[in-house]
């Protein structure tokens, strides 16, 4: 579509899932490139951070809300919900609990959000290898049960981090 040079269309995401399972960190890593090891402080607020991306010569202004200490369900203030264009559910590859959740989180997401919204679910901490617990064909397969996009990240290496943020700009339902 056509806009204003200055005026790239923007996309309210925001990232949701259980505390500890590296929302913080794989925003972090995204916007300045870097992990810094250690829990963010669990300020309860929602963060956010700005950053326009270009995509296939697409400019898009990404608003990204990270939620801390909304981290239980039925918590997160539903006007983000409604909102936003895309959320990041993530999960702990090591925390079997951070996935079974995962279901209670999509079923409030589904209840709130618009029914375009692009949802992607997220397998974080992969670089755990030795502490896995979930192995990433459950998180394929609840993915596709709930028709949701699938992406195993690591925050620490970067592994599929500028991938998660720009499958939201492939996705055609992000209107212009
Ligand atoms: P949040 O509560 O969801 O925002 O989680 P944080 O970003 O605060 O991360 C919780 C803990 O997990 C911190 O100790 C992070 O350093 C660690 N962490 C986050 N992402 C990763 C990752 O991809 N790999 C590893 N090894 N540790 C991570
Ligand atoms: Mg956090």
């Not at 898009?60 to 997160?76: C, K, M, N, P, Y």
């Not at 974080?124 to 502490?131: C, G, I, L, Q, V």
Request: net charge negative; aromatic share 10%.
């Amino acid at each position: 579509g056509c806009y204003g040079n200055n005026t790239p269309p923007s996309a309210p995401t925001i990232l949701v899932g259980d505390s500890g399972v590296g929302k913080t960190s794989l925003l972090v890593q995204f916007d300045q490139g870097k992990f810094i090891p250690g829990s963010f402080s669990a300020t309860v607020g929602i963060g956010f951070t700005n950053k326009v991306l270009t995509v296939d010569e697409l400019k898009v202004r990404l608003q990204i809300w990270d939620t801390a200490g909304q981290e239980r369900f039925r918590s997160v203030t539903h006007a983000y919900y409604r909102d936003a264009q895309a959320l990041l559910l993530l999960y702990d590859i090591t925390s079997k609990s951070s996935f079974d959740n995962t279901r209670a989180w999509l079923t409030e997401i589904h209840e709130y959000a618009q029914d375009d919204v692009v949802i992607m679910l997220l397998g974080n901490k992969s670089d755990m290898t030795s502490a896995r617990a979930i192995r990433r064909e459950e998180g394929e397969k609840l993915a596709r049960e709930y028709g949701v996009i699938f992406l195993e990240t690591s925050a620490k290496t970067g592994l599929n981090v500028d991938e998660a943020f720009m499958t939201i700009f492939l996705h055609p339902q992000i209107p212009d």
